[in-house]
C-alpha cells in the first residue's frame, strides 16, 4: 500500500458544543436465567476535533459502547446525544436518519452489499446520505472522488472486485471507505486497522485524521498499540466500566 501524504487536523477545537455524548450507559444481556453486565455506568463527552481510542481486554464491552453510540443499540439505563439531540430511545426510523446524515460506522462484520462492487458500495452510501455519488469524502476543503478515497485506502485495484474476492484487510478498508463517506462528523470503528501492515496501519490512520471534519470526532475501539498512541486521548473499559 502506498504511503499518501494527506494534512492532519489540529487540536480539538475551544469552545464548541460536544460533538456525542455518553451519560450513564448501562447493557444488560441475558444469559440463562441470569443477567450479565456488558457495560456499567459508562459516560464520555467526544469534543470537535478529538480521536479517541477505546481498548480494554475481549469481552470488556468495547463494541457494546460502539453499537450504542451509533444508535444500533439502546441502552438499559443512560443515554446518548448526538450534535444536543437524543439518539438513544428514539423510532429505529429516526435513529437510522440521525445516523445516516451524521454517522459512519465500521463494525468488525462486514457492512458491504455482495452484488456490488467496492466503487458502487462506496457510491450507494454516498446515495444513502444524499450527497453526490461522485463526491465520496472530504479532506479539508477538497473533496474526494470514490476512486480517489479507494486510492487513498490503497485499494485503488480493488475498485471493481466483489467482497467475497477481497482479502480481510481488503473487506476492512473496502469498509472503512463506506463508513468515511459523505464525510461524517462521527466515525465509529471497530479494529479499523485489524489484518492490516504497519505500514498500511499508518497510512489508514493519516487518512482518518484528514478526512474527518475538523469539527467532527472518531471513536475507536481497538488492540493496536499504534491506534492508541495516535489517538488524542484514550478511554480504558474492563468489565463494563471506564479506568
Known amino acids: 500500500m502506498r504511503t499518501t ?36 455506568d459508562v459516560s464520555l463527552t467526544l469534543s470537535p476535533g478529538e480521536m479517541v481510542a477505546v481498548v480494554g481486554p475481549s469481552g470488556s464491552g468495547k463494541s457494546t459502547l460502539l453499537n450504542l453510540l451509533a444508535g444500533l443499540d439502546d441502552p438499559d439505563g443512560g443515554s446518548v446525544w448526538l450534535h444536543g439531540q437524543r439518539l438513544s430511545h428514539r423510532s429505529p ?18 457492512g458491504l452489499v455482495e452484488h456490488l462492487s467496492v466503487r458502487a458500495n462506496v457510491e450507494l452510501a454516498a446515495a444513502l446520505r444524499r450527497v453526490d455519488r461522485r463526491q465520496s469524502a472530504r479532506l479539508g476543503e477538497v473533496v474526494l472522488a470514490p476512486d480517489e478515497l479507494l486510492a487513498g485506502l490503497g485499494i485503488e485495484n480493488q475498485a471493481a472486485a466483489r467482497p467475497s474476492t ?16 459523505g464525510g461524517p462528523t462521527v466515525l465509529l470503528a471497530d479494529e ?41 486521548r484514550i478511554v480504558e473499559l474492563v468489565d463494563g466500566r471506564q479506568r
Open 5 to 40: 501524504r494527506l494534512a492532519r487536523h489540529a487540536a480539538p477545537v475551544a469552545g464548541s458544543g460536544p460533538v456525542l455524548e455518553a451519560r450513564g450507559l448501562h447493557r444488560f444481556y441475558r444469559r440463562g436465567d441470569g443477567e450479565v453486565a456488558a457495560l456499567k
Open 166 to 181: 477481497l482479502s480481510g484487510g481488503e473487506t476492512a478498508r473496502a469498509s472503512l471507505a463506506v463508513a468515511l463517506t
Open 93 to 110: 426510523g429516526v435513529q437510522a436518519r440521525m445516523r445516516g446524515a451524521r454517522i459512519g460506522v465500521l463494525t468488525q462484520s462486514s
Open 192 to 232: 479499523p486497522t485489524a489484518e492490516v501492515s504497519s505500514s498500511e496501519e499508518a497510512s489508514i490512520l493519516d487518512l482518518l485524521r484528514a478526512v474527518r471534519p475538523a469539527d467532527g470526532v472518531a471513536l475507536l475501539v481497538t488492540h493496536s498499540r499504534a491506534v492508541a498512541a495516535a489517538a488524542d
